[in-house]
């Protein structure tokens, strides 16, 4: 599958962001999506993840309650929409694809099939 993510930008803090992210390739429904990011000087780090059926959400912290992830599986489409954004939310976003189905979602070994970043500039 190919990914890539699209929607970041320049906001100021306290607004908002979505972030869009297009698969093509073999079937989009069996993948369970991810997004991450990387803030300059760190290392990338998981934001949400998704399962196949769009029916269980996984958040880190420092997203829970300001982020949400969505999916559409007919239109082979992964969302973040993202809310109340901070200066730390400062980063390129990455989505990503994994066909291994978890209890957890976050670390990054999980996940073979990676987007282009779309960089997301909070401005305080």
């Known amino acids: 599958v190919q990914l890539q993510a699209s929607g970041g930008g320049l906001v100021q803090a306290g607004g908002s962001l979505r972030l869009s992210c297009a698969a093509s390739g073999r079937t989009f429904s069996s993948y369970n999506m991810g997004w991450f990011r990387q803030a300059p000087g760190k290392e990338r780090e998981f934001v949400a993840a998704l399962t196949t059926s769009g029916s269980s959400p996984y958040y880190a912290d420092s997203g829970k309650g300001r982020f949400t992830i969505s999916r559409d599986n007919a239109k082979n489409m992964v969302y973040l929409q993202m809310d109340r954004l901070e200066s730390e939310d400062t980063a390129v976003y990455y989505c990503?694809?994994?066909?291994?189905?978890?209890?957890?979602?976050?670390?990054?070994?999980?996940?073979?099939?990676w987007g282009r970043g779309t960089k997301v500039t909070v401005s305080s």
């Open positions: 990503a694809a994994t066909e291994v189905s978890s209890g957890s979602y976050a670390p990054l070994y999980l996940y073979n099939y």
